[in-house]
């Protein structure tokens, strides 16, 4: 699990670990990333998934740990908004080095791990700004779109080698502690499943690893019942 965090990270981390699965949870937050792993009962391996370095030794520290990796999703992002005239090149530059650089380190690492037994599967973590981009959001749909092609590429090269690259792509508001926190008025004017869950997010996870590579997803879209698109 790259990016594990409270929310749409732990949700996924569970699911998988519900089959039996030995989960690895890589984010920078060392302090963190201890207590959500005591808390699943998972692995934690405190890395900055944006230095290359520091991401080839997350891969041979979990495949010495836990063994062969099956399944690699890829959560962490980050993102600035506000107007493109005041947006700092050290800012756009963040937000690529966080959710698009740091995909690529992971993506590449997980096929290098994976291609000796031709299998496995590697789930990227999309947006809205992955296809369109908003007003004020220039930096985060950069990385996001750039995140989205570089699976396609690596889908088109992967799959007939026994890799399954895929995206789910979140269009709309995840319900998580934090979005209470911080956008309290408007988790409460989306209601009742207005916003997506971070358990119903992560079935689509395991559903994308469990397909039978006859019939493989490349991209699926999430979306609340009434999130317009």
């Not at 692995?43 to 997350?58: C, N, Q």
């Not at 369109?132 to 995140?147: D, E, I, S, V």
């Not at 992967?158 to 709309?172: E, K, M, R, Y």
């Not at 499943?193 to 559903?207: N, R, V």
Request: aromatic share 8%; proline share 3%; with cysteine.
């Amino acid at each position: 699990m790259a990016g594990a965090g409270q929310g749409l990270g732990k949700s996924v981390a569970r699911r998988f670990a519900r089959e039996g699965y030995a989960v690895a949870l890589a984010a920078r937050n060392a302090e963190r990333l201890s207590h959500l792993a005591c808390e699943i009962g998972a692995s934690a391996f405190p890395a900055d998934l944006a230095v290359e370095t520091e991401v080839g030794k997350l891969f041979r520290d979990v495949e010495t740990r836990l063994g062969p990796i099956e399944a690699v999703a890829f959560i962490a992002a980050t993102r600035v908004q506000g107007p493109f005239a005041q947006l700092a090149a050290g800012d756009f530059e963040r937000v690529w080095r966080q959710s698009c650089l740091s995909g690529f380190l992971v993506g590449r690492e997980a096929a290098r791990s994976m291609l000796p037994r031709k299998r496995g599967s590697i789930i990227f973590t999309g947006a809205s700004g992955s296809t369109r981009g908003r007003a004020q959001f220039a930096a985060f749909a950069a990385a996001k779109r750039g995140l989205r092609f570089m699976a396609q590429s690596m889908a088109r090269e992967l799959g007939p080698q026994g890799i399954h690259v895929a995206s789910v792509l979140i269009d709309g508001a995840i319900d998580s502690e934090r979005m209470w926190r911080e956008h309290r008025s408007r988790m409460e004017e989306l209601g009742a499943d207005g916003a997506l869950h971070p358990d119903a997010i992560a079935e689509t996870y395991w559903q994308i690893h469990a397909q039978a590579r006859s019939a493989w997803s490349h991209e699926v879209d999430l979306r609340p019942w009434k999130e317009p698109f």
